[in-house]
C-alpha cells in the first residue's frame, strides 16, 4: 500500500534551517508528483509547491521562494524540504503529499512533521 | 491567489442525521482542460487529512457512499448522510486548478 513515512518533530532556533524527509513506498516513487503543504492553527493549510520525482523540476508558490526547497533522491524514493532562515511564523505541522493520477488533488499524505521556531 | 470560501465554520449533528458544507471560491474552477479540479477532505483529530472526493464528484477508493460531492463553477456542497462517530472531526475543500492550490479554512462536524 502506498505509505508516505516523514522525519520526526524538529526543534530549531531562528535563523536556522531544517530538511524534513519524506521516504515513499508501495508505488512507483518517480511516476507521480510529491507536493508539500503547510498546516498552522491560523492560516489553516497551504500550498508550499511541488517537485517532479522523475525529473527533479519543482514549482513554488511565490509566498514561499527563497523559504522553502524541495529536492528528491530518486535512489531512496525519498522527498525532502528544505525551510531556510526560520522564524517564529515557520512554526506548523508540514506535511508531504501525493496526488492520485495528476498533481491537482492529494490522495495520499504523510503523517506530518512538526517544525518548531524558538530561541 | 483563489480564496475558498467554506461555510458554515461547525456544525453540530446527531448520528444518524444528513448534512450539507458548503464551498464557494472566488474563481471559476474549471482548468482550460475541462476539468474541475475540486476535492474534499476529512482531518480527524490528531491525523493528516484524509481525500473523500476529487474532481467534485468522485468518491476516493474505500470512501463510503454515504459521501457525495456536486457544483460547478464556483459552488460545491459536500454532503454526508447517515452520520457515524468515525466522520467526525474538520472538513476541507481544495482546488487544484489555479496555481498555487488552495484550501479553504474547513468546517468542524461535531456531535450535538
Known amino acids: 500500500q502506498v505509505q508516505l513515512q516523514q522525519s520526526g518533530a524538529e526543534l530549531a532556533k531562528p535563523g536556522s534551517s531544517v530538511k524534513i524527509s519524506c521516504k515513499a513506498s508501495?508505488?512507483?516513487?518517480?511516476?507521480?508528483?510529491i507536493s508539500w503543504i503547510k498546516q498552522t492553527t491560523g492560516q489553516g493549510l497551504e500550498y508550499i509547491g511541488y517537485?517532479?520525482?522523475?525529473?527533479?523540476?519543482?514549482n513554488y508558490n511565490e509566498k514561499f521562494k527563497g523559504k522553502a526547497t524541495l529536492t528528491v533522491d530518486k535512489s531512496s524514493s525519498t522527498a525532502f524540504m528544505q525551510l531556510s532562515s526560520l522564524t517564529p511564523d515557520d512554526s506548523a505541522v508540514y506535511y508531504c503529499?501525493?496526488?492520485?493520477?495528476?498533481?491537482?488533488?492529494?490522495?495520499?499524505w504523510g503523517q506530518g512533521t512538526l517544525v518548531t521556531v524558538s530561541s | 491567489d483563489v480564496v475558498m470560501t467554506q461555510t458554515p465554520v461547525s456544525l453540530s449533528v446527531s448520528l444518524g442525521g444528513q448534512v450539507s458544507i458548503s464551498c464557494r471560491s472566488s474563481?471559476?474552477?474549471?482548468?482550460?482542460?475541462?476539468?474541475?479540479?475540486l476535492s474534499w477532505y476529512l482531518q480527524k483529530p490528531g491525523q493528516s487529512p484524509q481525500l473523500l472526493i476529487y474532481?467534485?464528484?468522485n468518491r476516493f477508493s474505500g470512501i463510503s457512499d454515504r459521501f457525495s460531492g456536486s457544483g460547478s463553477g464556483t459552488d460545491f456542497t459536500l454532503k454526508i448522510s447517515r452520520v457515524e462517530p468515525d466522520d467526525l472531526g474538520v472538513y476541507y475543500c481544495?482546488?487544484?486548478?489555479?496555481?498555487?492550490?488552495?484550501f479553504g479554512a474547513g468546517t468542524k462536524l461535531e456531535l450535538k
Open positions: 508501495g508505488y512507483t516513487f518517480t511516476s507521480y508528483y
Open positions: 474563481q471559476s474552477l474549471v482548468h482550460n482542460n475541462g476539468n474541475t479540479y
Open positions: 503529499a501525493r496526488g492520485g493520477m495528476v498533481k491537482h488533488w492529494f490522495a495520499y
Open positions: 474532481k467534485v464528484s
Open positions: 517537485i517532479n520525482t522523475g525529473s527533479g523540476g519543482t
Open positions: 481544495g482546488q487544484g486548478t489555479q496555481y498555487p492550490y488552495t
